[in-house]
């Protein structure tokens, strides 16, 4: 009887040192084997695993900053390249024929660019203009005329409502501003400056908390939204208001509006991030960045927008920030109450959606199909 012995495997032939198959594994998933190469030292495996392929890396930036660029150049040409009245208020608190001849005037020179109100007296324009009624009336002080305006609507929207006053009644009107700016907001721009800040704000720390914490249950995720609006709101009053005296209203408002403002532009690009994913941070930008601030009405009014671009300023947040503020500061608190209604609805309904994705989300998890 023959016995025999089984020899031990062999081991694989070491593959030559130029073979490709010998360089080492990085331990990277299969999808990212056409990955860009680690040529700066130090990057973290987490980001390196997530790295695109050449192409995507290379066309994807292109294309997602290209159409953000275009859209913020089409929005904010079309809206300020050329901006007319279309249904500006102004008012008029002089005789029948005085009014009716300078509405005939203004309504020849341009159809439905404003809507006109009827005041009785001084007194009574005086209140108007006070209270953010109109921005301007045309008041006969004897047989003269006299234009009340509140500065404060900004420069660009008095002068351009002294010019075709001037122009419908065919000499220059003496302009009696009722409502100034401070000294530290010569031009009306603080409001609009401290918005877009905290829009900005707002859309950076969504996207960074969503990089570093996806998956974040959402009530902590309330809870940092929560400490962000807070310290936004009194970063921006000590700053606006306190420091630079460029907002004078009070300073709780101040830190109230601006605070909701930030979490209503957190919440909105976290429920954005949340629906689409990478795609929601440029959409997120294109919502919050260039529509709201440019129908926030802090450069010109939303009766100088476009028709297809107004109806967003009585929605969207910045625009009722801005509403806020100024009403706060220059107008007896007006429109106060409605634009901490629309933050707050902001805030509330962009939570809510967010809590009911991931409810379906957790529902599909928990039973698979």
């Not at 987490?46 to 290379?58: E, Q, S, W």
């Not at 305006?149 to 008095?158: C, D, L, N």
Request: net charge positive; glycine share 8%.
């Amino acid at each position: 009887m023959q016995h025999s012995t089984e020899l031990p495997p062999t081991a694989p032939p070491a593959p030559a040192p130029h073979d490709p198959a010998a360089r080492p594994t990085t331990g990277r998933p299969a999808h990212a084997r056409d990955a860009l190469a680690d040529t700066e030292p130090g990057i973290p495996a987490p980001v390196l695993a997530a790295a695109a392929g050449i192409r995507k890396a290379m066309l994807v930036p292109v294309v997602t900053a290209l159409a953000i660029g275009t859209i913020f150049v089409a929005v904010y040409l079309a809206a300020f390249h050329a901006p007319t009245a279309r249904h500006q208020p102004l008012g008029i608190a002089t005789s029948d024929t005085v009014a009716a001849r300078t509405e005939l005037a203004l309504n020849n020179a341009s159809p439905n660019a404003y809507t006109f109100y009827r005041y009785k007296d001084a007194e009574a324009a005086r209140w108007a203009v006070t209270h953010d009624k109109v921005p301007a009336v045309l008041v006969a002080n004897g047989h003269h005329l006299r234009l009340l305006a509140a500065g404060a609507q900004g420069p660009s929207t008095i002068s351009g409502l002294a010019a075709a006053v001037n122009e419908a009644v065919g000499h220059p009107v003496p302009v009696d501003d009722v409502r100034p700016l401070v000294a530290g907001d010569a031009r009306g721009l603080s409001a609009f400056y401290a918005a877009f800040g905290v829009v900005l704000a707002g859309f950076l720390f969504a996207v960074s908390s969503y990089q570093i914490a996806p998956r974040l249950p959402l009530t902590a995720r309330i809870a940092s939204m929560a400490a962000f609006a807070i310290a936004s709101g009194i970063v921006v009053a000590l700053v606006a208001h306190t420091a630079m005296a460029a907002l004078p209203a009070p300073f709780f408002t101040v830190a109230l509006l601006v605070g909701l403002l930030a979490w209503a532009s957190a919440a909105a690009t976290g429920v954005l991030l949340r629906l689409f994913g990478p795609v929601g941070m440029p959409v997120a930008s294109v919502v919050l960045l260039i529509l709201g601030n440019a129908t926030s009405g802090g450069i010109l009014p939303a009766t100088y927008l476009p028709s297809w671009l107004s109806p967003l300023a009585q929605v969207l947040s910045p625009a009722a920030a801005i509403r806020g503020l100024r009403g706060a500061a220059y107008f007896h608190n007006a429109h106060v109450i409605g634009s901490l209604l629309t933050l707050t609805a902001w805030v509330v309904g962009c939570l809510a959606l967010q809590y009911v994705l991931d409810r379906l989300a957790a529902r599909r998890a928990s039973n698979p199909s």
